[in-house]
């Protein structure tokens, strides 16, 4: 079993920036990708972004351009940095590892935009 700890929500402007922290209680080293996802109310989860072992990234449509995902071996976390956020980016956001077969997922970091 992994858990996964994310961190960093919060309200902000339109406009404005937050990043988000993943700490997973096992070794990024192992994993096959690690990613973002979201939910907001009514809707579906959908993939934000991703970064593979090695190092490939992709991001959905809707953020390319604006949001970033990037890992710190040494400290074993995933980053997403969000800038110019949007309304519309408002969700519970979650991360995700791949190990394996397995997927594992966090308990979600609320990020709400105010127009």
């Known amino acids: 079993q992994v858990q996964l700890v994310e961190s960093g929500g919060g309200l902000v402007q339109a406009g404005g920036s937050l990043r988000l922290s993943c700490v997973p209680s096992r070794s990024i080293f192992g994993m096959l990708s690690m990613g973002w996802y979201r939910q907001a109310p009514g809707n579906e989860r959908e993939a934000v972004a991703e970064i593979t072992s090695g190092g490939t990234t992709k991001y959905a449509d809707s953020v390319k351009g604006r949001f970033t995902i990037s890992r710190d071996n040494t400290k074993n976390t995933v980053y997403l940095q969000m800038i110019s956020l949007k309304p519309e980016d408002s969700a519970v956001y979650y991360c995700?590892?791949?190990?394996?077969?397995?997927?594992?997922w966090g308990q979600g970091t609320q990020v709400t935009v105010s127009s």
């Open positions: 995700s590892m791949l190990w394996g077969y397995s997927r594992y």
